[in-house]
């Protein structure tokens, strides 16, 4: 669940964001533009130590 003024993520981002920050490497289809650029952000996010990561 979100905290206040956090975003919530679905299940499969969640899962992604910890592939990334595990160093790993994702390759998606049949993503939406929006939805991959959300990734991203969040990816860049915890990258630079502002995500909260699960």
Do not use: C, F, N
Request: aromatic share 4%.
């Amino acid at each position: 669940m979100a905290g206040a003024g956090e975003r919530a993520q679905a299940p499969e981002q969640a899962t992604v964001l910890r592939i990334l920050a595990e160093g790993g490497e994702v390759v998606t289809g049949d993503v939406s533009e929006a939805g991959l650029q959300d990734t991203y952000a969040y990816a860049k996010a915890g990258a630079e130590g502002g995500a909260d990561e699960r």
